[in-house]
């Protein structure tokens, strides 16, 4: 089965950028959705389709995708972006399944 | 508005069953493609579950033969039958609606959970 891989975390200080990577084989050829998910609360979608973000969804949030890495960017960053950070992907290459990466915790220092 | 509530968790002994609920508005249910994600305590998301607009349905590896995904179309509702329950199915179980293409999905709606906690 595929198999998504993000670091377990990221540290970043107010105002500056970060960026938590979602590797697997040839991601590239995929469609890479990114949730964020602040303690006792449900995941939020904030980026789809690589790089889409829904209505609501601050411009700061932008995400890539190419070769085996997706990066989720997060420019500008707030206090209140600190969460934890999935990534996912749709799986069909034999059972259809949805594929998510272990999850970063974002920490704004 | 688009809502989904979830019901049914609560504390189980290993091998028994339980029913979770999830009471949709805003939408209809069987004309989306619905799927339940289960998170243990301090761990990531876990696929459990989909249920296509047409019916077919799949499982993920660790939950198949046990877990049942079904809908009741005139109640609006997507229910998992969870049965042979073990310790390691204790998790907040999240109800989502998938949003599709022809060559991906991705959950634009999700319920606020239910936590299953099996043990003894």
């Known amino acids: 089965s595929y198999v998504l891989t993000q670091p377990p975390s990221v540290s970043v200080a107010p105002g500056k950028t970060a960026r938590i990577t979602c590797g697997g084989n040839?991601?590239?050829?995929?469609?890479v959705h990114w949730y964020q998910q602040k303690p006792g609360q449900a995941p939020v979608l904030v980026i789809y389709?690589?790089?889409d973000r829904p209505s609501g969804i601050p411009e700061r949030f932008s995400g890539s995708n190419s070769g085996n890495t997706a990066t989720l960017t997060i420019s500008r960053v707030e206090a209140g972006d600190e969460a934890d950070y999935y990534c996912?992907?749709?799986?069909?290459?034999?059972?259809?399944?949805?594929?998510f990466g272990g999850g970063t915790k974002l920490t704004v220092l | 508005e688009v809502q989904l509530v979830e019901s049914g968790g609560g504390l189980v002994q290993p091998g028994g069953s339980l029913r979770l609920s999830c009471a949709a508005s805003?939408?209809?249910?069987?004309?989306?493609?619905m799927s339940w994600v289960r998170q243990a305590p301090g761990k990531g998301l876990e696929w459990v579950s989909v249920?296509?607009?047409?019916?077919?349905?799949y499982y993920a590896d660790s939950v198949k033969g046990r877990f049942t995904i079904s809908r009741h179309n005139s109640k609006n509702t997507l229910y998992l039958q969870m049965n042979s329950l073990r310790a390691e199915d204790t998790a907040v179980y999240y109800c989502?609606?998938?949003?599709?293409?022809?060559?991906?999905?991705?959950?634009?709606?999700w319920g606020q959970g239910t936590l299953v906690t099996v043990s003894s």
């Open positions: 989502a609606r998938l949003s599709t293409t022809v060559t991906t999905k991705w959950f634009d709606y």
């Open positions: 040839n991601i590239g050829s995929k469609s």
């Open positions: 249920i296509y607009s047409g019916g077919s349905t």
């Open positions: 389709y690589d790089s």
């Open positions: 996912q992907v749709w799986d069909s290459s034999s059972d259809p399944s949805v594929v």
């Open positions: 805003g939408f209809t249910v069987s004309s989306n493609y």
